[in-house]
């Protein structure tokens, strides 16, 4: 089955700064990269996503890069703000949607 | 439009001692999804719905997890008897269509359970 791992685990960056989070999977015929942000109590939701004909995907202040050949996938914040701390959780699709181990991402004011 | 409804929101129960989770999908959405958080760790999918017919169960612990969804709509998801493990948060999900997993996913504030 897919296996997918996220670094850092926890990441600190002071406010306006920008924020990259790095995951890798294993399965070649994933193509669906989804990333998720949890905030205390509440459930994983969407902030982007990209299939595997694209390289790069941008919406406002996040954008994500796929490297389809080295299995790595990138979500890069700019411009981080306080809202933005939560612990964010990479994807990967193939038959069934399978998480990264998260990073739990601090911005200080 | 109301999002995935989940209760209840917290359950504490002793080991042994069975246990019962709910979940309502967004309306109209055909495929629904039961997974499971430990602390720390991303959520793992235990069992996925396309109406009322488990596709996926295959991470389900079948000697003593079982899930519903009789009519196509709510789902319920029970654990017996409740082992010290199973102490996690219980995520509900759902999403529109029958083309799996790829569809946006929608998910439930979860049921955080405690085993004692």
């Known amino acids: 089955g897919e296996n997918v791992e996220q670094h850092p685990s926890t990441l600190s960056v002071q406010e306006g700064d920008s924020a990259v989070i790095k995951c890798t999977y294993s399965d070649s015929a994933s193509n669906y990269f989804p990333w998720y942000k949890q905030e205390l109590g509440k459930g994983p939701q969407l902030i982007i996503d990209i299939r595997s004909n694209v390289g790069e995907k941008k919406d406002q202040r996040i954008a994500v890069t796929l490297n389809k050949t080295a299995k790595h996938f990138s979500l890069h914040i700019t411009e981080t703000q306080p809202e933005d701390s939560a612990v964010y959780f990479c994807a990967a699709i193939n038959e069934k949607l399978t998480f990264g181990t998260g990073t739990r991402l601090t911005i200080i004011p | 439009e109301a999002g995935v409804v989940q209760s209840p929101r917290y359950k504490i129960i002793e080991k042994k001692q069975p246990v019962a989770f709910w979940c309502n999908p967004i309306s109209g959405h055909n495929t629904l999804y039961w997974y499971l958080q430990n602390l720390g760790q991303g959520p793992e999918l235990l069992i996925r719905y396309e109406n009322e017919e488990a596709v996926d169960d295959s991470q389900l612990p079948k000697d003593r997890f079982s899930a519903e969804r009789l009519k196509g709509v709510d789902s319920t998801l029970k654990i017996q008897p409740a082992e010290l493990g199973d102490s996690a948060v219980y995520l509900c999900?759902?999403?529109?269509?029958?083309?799996?997993?790829?569809?946006?996913?929608?998910f439930g504030p979860g049921t955080r359970l405690t085993v004692l």
């Open positions: 999900a759902s999403s529109l269509g029958l083309s799996g997993p790829r569809n946006e996913q929608f």
